[in-house]
């Protein structure tokens, strides 16, 4: 018998990338731009992707399985023309089996036309709008919230799609990031909270929306600006407007966009997301000194705070653990012994750097603990003399309920033991994690404006027990 | 450059096949016969083929581009758990980029739970019925009429799935053989005409639904009878029981499915298709007679007419065409002069059977006739003295509003040129079609239940001129 | 757990088909005709293809397990650019394990360049040349009787290729057709018995050499003759000539060609397959006449024979049986009661053509007889009132050692019991085999030239008792 | 059109990795070992991989172009049974189309039975060795080494296969690291200047072979030591022994694995490659110190210099570039314009980082410089005040002849113009390589057993002049 081993199953996982393009000249394909747009936030969803584009006021799409290199060939992309579009990666939390129908974009027909949309985030009141439309005998072909969404449009079909728009906006709650095509427009919708990211860039020859900044870089499109909280931007052949929905918007953006997320070199809400990780580690070394003669990363997500915790406290940063860059599922035959190799296959402890060494390993978050629990092994079999691992997020206690995939309660180790024993188990030699505050202060404009439900349980809006996606499996 | 080579491209086309399958044992895995079932259906449609399963009330499914064999591996099999499911093999007319959404069964929630649903036929008040629904601020994420069909129930959810599918028979117009699966059965309905075959099969441990009985051959299920007109078959734990639409219904069953469609093994109403093709051929000797020393025909579709041209006539039958076995697309240069060799890739004249013979070509149709001018060339430089084509149909006038993928009318060969022009455009040295009447003595006890209006313009309901699936596709 | 069923398992295999094409036309690309040519030859052999082609003096090859249309795409043949080149389809006998290390055209450079070597048949004498060879320090990369060939024509490199063969055939033992291609030539060869077939065709700008004349029909040549026992054909600039083998060659054409192999409309030393088969039907009528009601066959193989039982006892021709034409690997789970469905799957009873009936079904071959009896069982389960087997061919007792994948001789019903217990075993009213007399009718003006070794035991040559490739695989 | 994009094309590439594994436990299965060494070698070779394992005597394999990761899924792994095997990843410099057949590991059968023979190296006589053999009638089916050394073995089968080695490097000329199984030992071979790496490891149950000693670590094994120059190790029942060519070594270990190719957690002859990188950087800050704000590397492979910059010059390290980890091919649509962005979408600046600064950017050496030309470009985009150029290997002048794939001198820029234009080419406000004194500190131990032919034009042999594999493909 054979076992997969996937490395980043011990980490949060974002749901979705969505990207939008709009080009002024009508006879350019943006099928290309899209697929770069989405190849840079490949890091965001690795289970489906796709591409939907618009000529001649029809929408032709793709959309599969797998990584975007795999599920766009050549061919593929030659065939979708169309001068506008958009594009979806999407990292799946129910399983293989239904990941092809809740493939995005969404694309359908209704009243006005047709729309292709995709969507990043979570409603935590999907299961009662789809009860409520199933009522008025409403079908559905998917678990996507994507499809409740397109549904209300549809059903506000007697205004315009911005006017539609808005009003779902005051139907719906949770977190989205939207972006839509219909025959002539291309539209941005960021939730009332914009506890999902969404940005406007432009290039000489069109506007471009992208969950990450890096994504506009992928396309050489220069940043604009954020989309707001409860804006919806159109852009179309007269240019770029938008109208808000008639809520106040609390700024709520989720920290965790910042700890693990978005690609280190993207811009979120003016701060470089390189920049607060390496600001955590300055704050980590600062809340929890040691004693040690390097410092470390777990590749690649701890390495800009690795980077701060070495230049604020002096000790040497070195690389310490090798990373196999070959993505890619691999197999071993399962028995207890061979699960600590799994781990190896995927990062190698550098032993002429850690032996004899005391050791300082920061990493960006634990979930579970295991994997941090065999790092921490082999780096003391490579001789390490001391391990002190330094978290630049506080710890993990609440469910995410806005398009983070977070583990049952049970399964998340800080919220069933304490850090003393977190510590005992992963067999450190001591365990810190930031501060709230420490983690407040890498963003410190953005303070008030954060989500961090996940450490704090306080979540910017009512969340009901019954909202999970995972109700809609009917009987 | 190259073109594709489809032989079967100059005949007309069945759009589905469809099978439903339901055993008494709740753990039998009933995705094999499935798989059997739509594989001796595969003539009906091979551009996709999907499976639904209910196992524990829950429907899992698997559909894709391609035909049975390749869709359905080992491996999708295992994994389709379930004691009873619907299964589909789809032929598109739109072209491939559309096929995959298209693919049938389609698979929707709604506020009764689940349903999977295969449907052969085409409903000529589509577009009206899903304006109507568009209004009322529907979706559709297909082209399919399908997907009219399963709105149409879920808007009639106050009652039992039986009565909104009684409800759903009073509002659509057109053809539709269904097979449906919701959590606890598995019901068959077949329009008021019984225009498409439907037909109920019976295994000591299951019942079956199927386009055709050469499906319950393949699964070991004996004939039990047709699904009558207007008739809703339900199978669940009680057994089997029928409820009726409101409607008078006019029997009127496709005469194209005794002329090409169905395979000749199948029993449709009580009647051998091998045996109407056999006796198509004795009438046409009777109607046509010739003076010549062979009968041949051109494979596999023309052979049990010529077979009784062959024995009315005296005339000895002898094969005369070669079909190379290996289905699948093949690639020419393009080249006037290699479209010539495209049809002998496919078939290959007998030389040592038909040199220096007066020959009789026995075929089913003639659609464009380019088919049949290429055959007719092959054989006269296979050393043919005389070549005289006997067709086992009328004349092909008219479109079809039914399921079948009729040519623009400008096409079809017979509708713009007489007989004699045909004959000559052909080569031929004389050509003769089966006579009105001739035809209806092929099915003599369904004389007054066919649908023959591919021939004579009658059909049995009104055609609105609006009535076409290709307008559903809108700007 | 799941089998797969091969309802051809039940038939003797050939195990390759060869085609080679010389352009005198350098620009013209040849790899679609040598495509269209191995698709006409796909019957001899489906486990791999290949094809290669010489373009300025160098070779470039393609070659996969699978079908021919699978194996070669549009992309594939686009960039195999060459105005000469040989193509090859393999049935393997050795598993799927080894099938693509023994795919050929094997390709190879030696002293005087690069040749690519296509070959049909079996060396009876290889393993004792490979044991010479490995004395020299020789190394093999497959078990194909061609690299042996290929290492003999390297060793005589001193001379030139068409004289290198020559003396290979002074070496060589067994069947083998071959066609080669070197930097500048198409080199077609037979061995001295002309065992297995190999025609010369032309075309206006071509000449083509094919293992049957139906693929020359596929690329529009014209039949030149066949190639003569012992002949080395070579084409080139400056045209058609050829040498012979220093050997006498008494002709031994393999009847199992006739039989069952060869496709009917190709045309095998003058005689052709179809007239063989339907003389062999004639002569089974006046040898072993039965009262019956109607002729039926095992299609495709047996269609010819019967409509000649038909043709000489007056008894009317019907499809008894019709054959799924969708070809490709199925799957059942295993347990004994569904085997017999296993075969219904392949081959459908047509009752309405059989109830009640005295039938005499006409099959080419009997090798296990386990298909057959499945066969006679569902006639039965049908309605057959009678079932009388007529065999076209007689029993087969013997193995071939000249290229055909002949079971173990524990397998071959015949070879262990009478033909009243294969009657009594199978199930049938009764069973006639054609008398050997009778076959040799069937080739009359071939009556002395053919191999009947596994019928009658007499080989054309000496079969030494190690005479089995099997032994190449050392430890 | 379209291009593809290879952000790699702009480095020296390694030619293979080879891995081999002798278990003790007869009933133990190697290939998911094997399957994660080659994972952990990926990085040596990306063109095709392939596995050899020896069950019972005989050996298995599959091979194929692709990732390690793509050609072996849980399938082919669970298929290939043996307790010893040997495996290869390969780079290949010859275009894809020859690629399958040049895929190692090569099997052989010969006079004393088969072996699978895994290569990396170049054999610098290898085209006169091919021309005596084929003098002799050898054939060859490949343009590998490996067949040219496994045809001096089977010439050598008088005697016992390690003599039969040790004869053949009397005879062979170049660099070469060979793993090799037979039906019943393991056996090492490197060249007599240890020019390519190879190691051996251990398990408890098992000994290893390996290119790298990260392999090693990949499937829990220790290092042993290295296998020695000229030295032939055979591990079998009795254990490890080994014996040594008749030639007195000079060792020359190729210094590019400490520049480039080796992963940094490898360890060979005794220095581990993450700290001579290391030592380079630190050398490089002190031979060419500069005012500067940041250090900043180009990821992957400048990164531990970048370190060791930092370390010693003070100036703090920072992740200046963000590299997509997602590997796989993309496309761009061609225009000059198009070109730049190209290498964005694999390697974005980390604006944050880098606006205002004066950059030091480290990479490990330049081969044409288009790639730099456009980094430096983009992090001046990005703001760099100023970005000095730092390489961590001294110019690259020459060709290798010893396995490594160098453009033509043509392409390599600092063949043909001087450092400061190759700086003003790149737009860099100063340039500096470490010194040819500073590369060989960095390897302090091996001083004098390193060949630096590529930056001195020494090469420990003798390097005729048509000294290259390509000429083998004669016409």
Redesign the interface.
Known sequence: M?ITIDLEQDHLHEECGVFGIYSKNKDF?VA?DI??GL??L??RGQESAGIAVVKD??I?FHKQKG????VFQ?EN???LKGSMGVGHVRYSTTGN?SAL?NAQP??????K??IALAHNGNLINAYSLRTLM????????STNDSEVI??LV????GTNIEEALKATMNLIKGSYALVIVN?DKLIGVRDIYGNRPLVIGKREDAYVLASES?AL????AEMVRDVEPGEIVTIDEKGIHSIFSSYDCKKAVCIFEYVYFA???S?IEGI?V??SR?QAGKILAQESPVDADIVISVP?SG??AA?GY??FSGI????GL?K??????????ASQKKR??AV??KL??????IEGKRVVMVDDSIVRGTTSKQIVCFLKQAGAKEVHLRISSPPILNSCYFGIDTPDRRQLIAANVSIPQICEEIGADSLAYISEEGILKTVENLRHCVCTGCFTGNYPMEVPKEATKYL????
């Open positions: 054979s394909n290309y697929f770069h190849y840079a490949q890091h006021r029809k032709h990584l975007v290199s795999t050549k992309l030659k065939q089996s129908q969404l694309v359908v027909n209704y009243k036309g047709s199933e009522d008025k005998g409403i079908i559905f072909q397109a549904n549809a059903q506000m079909h025959k890096c870089d992928a396309v050489g690609r280190p070199d811009i470089s390189y920049h390496y690649d390495t800009p980077i070495s230049k040497p940063y070195e690389l090798i196999n860059k070959y993505v890619g599922r691999t197999f071993i035959e600590e190799a190896r296959i190698n402890p550098l032993r002429s750097a809609f499996e009917k009987q």
